[in-house]
């Protein structure tokens, strides 16, 4: 029998080593911690992304990292009862647009007709 092998894909639940990943951090007291996400359904995972860029774009320029190999993130998150690994995740929601200059300096809402009064006291 000749068995063609084939390039594809590994699927998403298969672990394969993904080699060197950018991981988001926070700092903390006693210095960097993994951050944690949560997926659309709820079940937590540790997060990692393979270029820069692709970490700023989802999280901002401004997100500090560390540089860990995939088995060394799955090892700090295990002893958590995280098993999920998401690579290069993309953001889900549209980004804020901000508002206008003349829109920032009101301080009610737009919903608020006219600025809140303070109630007359009640006879006892």
Known sequence: MNRRQTCE????????????????????????AVRVFRTPLGERTAVAFTT????????????PWIALAEPALRALTEP????????????????????????????SPSWCGAPLRPSPARAA
């Open 9 to 32: 894909d590994p699927e998403p639940s298969e672990r394969v080593p993904a080699g060197h990943l950018l991981v988001p951090v926070r700092s903390g007291p006693l210095g960097h």
């Open 80 to 107: 958590l009862g995280i098993t999920a690994l998401t690579v290069d995740p993309q953001l889900a929601a549209p980004a804020p647009t901000p508002l206008p200059d003349d829109r920032a300096e009101h301080t």
């Open 52 to 63: 820069e860029q692709r970490l700023a774009a989802v999280l901002s320029p401004a997100q």
